[in-house]
């Protein structure tokens, strides 16, 4: 058994690049990096990554000695370093739609305000632009699909602020099916 966490780590480096040629080709592990001694006496060696696309990004071995016997790996895993360049935090789809909706309100606040700000009537190519958003609303009630949970992907975010829309126009055609069928 070897006295230290030093020895260990010069003892089983060996082993670890063994362990980390089974996962990985010999060209993507660099040269050693240090080591670190963990709360359970193992020793976790570190080697110099040179996979592409992780730039601070260390090959991590996990090595434990028992007693007299032999070292064993334990974890071999790809860890960040200090600079590495991560992934953003992941936020629910709920909260990325609520914010989206939001900056779509701030907009459209917005544009309100711009045209109103000098005092004068809006132009005659915005009333143009009101006309047609009311005939393109009552076009997409017939075309448009109902959505249902499971048919969010690769939906336009716009089509589900008209849902309300889509509700009242199936309350509409409910009532007309009775008129026909007296």
Partial sequence: MTSTPDDLAAATRDL???????????????PAAGHTVEESGAVSLRFENRLPGYPGWFWTVTVAQVDDSEPTVLEVELMPGDGALLAPDWVPWAERLAEYRAHQAELAAQAEAGAGEDGD???????????????????EDDVS????????????????????????????????EDDDSE
């Fill in 145 to 176: 699909p109902r959505l249902h949970a499971g048919d969010l992907d690769g939906v336009d975010i716009d089509e589900l602020d008209d849902s309300d829309e889509d509700d009242d126009s199936d309350e509409d055609d409910d009532s007309d």
């Fill in 16 to 30: 670890a690049l063994a362990a980390l040629h089974e996962i990985t080709p010999a060209s993507t592990v660099g």
């Fill in 121 to 139: 009537e809006p132009d005659e190519d915005s009333d143009e632009d009101d006309d047609s958003d009311e005939d393109d609303d009552s076009d």
